[in-house]
């Protein structure tokens, strides 16, 4: 005992300064220091989000690419117009076919480097794109007033992404709060892509379908499921472990769309057809092709709202020669909608045979019989465009008001074979129109006469479901 004490002196005589400074540094650090470090360093919020879609980094989904990235202009969200973003504004020359966008200062990809006009590359066919130190120029074969939502899409840099210390990948740099902190592909497809901001870290992994995606939610997977049609069995699940949001997508409605290359396919039918359908009421009904929050759209335009009379009335006036057996394609995800249109027709159908036999107008009662409707569903996960008479499916609304790709008689994109020599010459001068109030009269003039001879009956804007746990 006696020779511990020896040993303890003598190292406190030798080391206890020592002993003493580190102790009361230690207290300093643990007591000021490190509560100091510990508000500095935060762990950012990871959220696990599951969408549905074959996506590789050519071609990302929306949600992810406007995180990423903007673009020359932007879509202001109260009337649809198109607004300049990453340009201070844009100028229209040579009557059209030229637009001059002049870049704003300061901007910087998230490498750092400054934006400049030599960076902005649409790759447009038939375009010719020229820099110059302030500006970008895009001379066009041909007038084209929508040209500025063009520019809408975000622009992206290519570069080299290092992983395992001596390997490298493909990845893109944007101008927007996100970056791509990582991805995984399988197949040439994107299995899971990392985004990563100041604040959160945002990884979305995709699915092929819908029920896949409801899988890898119920396995933990992904805590958060965006843009989902149809929620299945997770809206029995109780409030207080999922969260189901219902949101109106007004930039798509659901139509039936008539083939007018089917000689059964007359206006007189198809206003008779549309007449009979049961549609939404308020925010959810679509009345046409053009988003009802849109700067061109037409308030109080004829909508076909249900009235059977009118249905007969249209149906009566010209009766067909021939039985109405009507085929509707449609996909698994609208077989509901499909059924209960079948069900609304065949029972018009009876009521106008009925009423062609006790009308005193029509003399021959053996055209009577062809007013009965029989309808057949067909069910295909991709309906052939080239190939069917009546076709239930969403639709797309682009951006600006421009329809020229889907109801024009020339397009190869208007698979309806719609021809109206009427909307050909609207269609044509609104793409050459520049000013403002020009563009608004003829598009709305556009719907007016459109829904008249409607080549689709406009049921409803689509519907999709954010679920979160």
């Known amino acids: ?135 970008v120029i895009f001379k066009l074969p041909d007038t084209f007033a929508p040209f500025p939502a063009v520019t809408i899409e975000p622009i992206f840099k290519q570069t080299l992404e290092r992983y395992l210390v001596f390997f490298k990948k493909p990845s893109l740099i944007g101008i927007g709060p996100y970056k791509i902190s990582s991805y995984e592909m399988k197949n040439n497809s994107l299995k899971q892509i990392v985004l ?83 549609k939404p009421s308020g925010d959810l009904k679509a009345v046409g092709p053009i988003n009802p929050k849109s700067w061109a759209f037409l308030e109080g335009g004829k909508d076909y709202s249900k009235d059977l009379n009118r249905a007969v009335e249209r149906l009566l006036s010209v009766p067909p020669e021939q039985p109405l057996e009507l085929s509707l394609a449609t996909t698994v995800l609208y077989l509901d909608q499909a059924n209960q249109i079948k069900h609304q027709w065949q029972e018009f159908g009876e009521l106008a045979m009925q009423k062609c036999q006790e009308s005193s107008e029509v003399e021959d009662k053996n055209l009577c019989a062809n007013m009965e409707i029989e309808v057949h569903i067909k069910v295909s996960n991709f309906p052939d465009l080239q190939d069917y008479q009546l076709l239930l499916i969403g639709q797309e609304i682009p951006v600006d008001p421009d329809q020229y790709f889907l109801w024009h008689s020339d397009q190869s994109s208007n698979f309806t074979n719609y021809q109206n020599t009427r909307i050909d010459s609207i269609l044509e001068n609104a793409r050459q129109a520049l000013e403002y109030n020009d563009r608004l009269a003829l598009y709305q003039e556009f719907q007016q006469f459109l829904l008249e001879d409607p080549p689709a009956i406009f049921l409803q804007h689509l519907i999709s479901y954010n679920v979160s746990r």
């Open 196 to 278: 990563e901001s100041p604040e959160e870290i945002l990884v979305y992994r995709f699915y092929l379908t819908e029920q896949d995606a409801i899988i890898g939610f119920k396995k933990g997977e992904v805590n958060l499921l965006l843009d989902i049609r149809q929620p299945g069995d997770l809206a029995s699940w109780p409030g207080d472990t999922v969260v189901i949001e219902e949101k109106i997508n007004f930039d798509q409605y659901l139509a039936i769309f008539f083939n007018h290359n089917d000689p059964l396919v007359t206006k007189n039918l198809k206003q008779a057809l549309a007449y009979a359908t049961e």
């Open 1 to 135: 005992m006696r020779k511990f004490y020896w040993y303890l002196t003598a190292y406190v005589k030798k080391h206890g300064l020592t002993v003493v400074i580190t102790v009361v540094l230690a207290v300093i650090i643990f007591s000021f220091l490190m509560p100091f470090l510990a508000k500095k360093i935060s762990v950012k919020k990871r959220q696990y989000i599951g969408m549905v879609g074959d996506y590789n980094l050519s071609f990302l989904p929306k949600e992810i690419k406007q995180k990423l990235s903007v673009g020359l202009t932007t879509v202001d969200q109260e009337d649809q117009s198109v607004k300049p973003l990453l340009a201070e504004r844009w100028v229209t020359e040579n009557e059209g076919k030229t637009y001059r966008f002049t870049l704003k200062k300061g901007v910087k990809w998230q490498d750092g480097q400054e934006l400049t006009p030599d960076d902005i590359n649409y790759n447009l066919q038939d375009v010719e794109i020229i820099s110059t130190p302030n500006d």
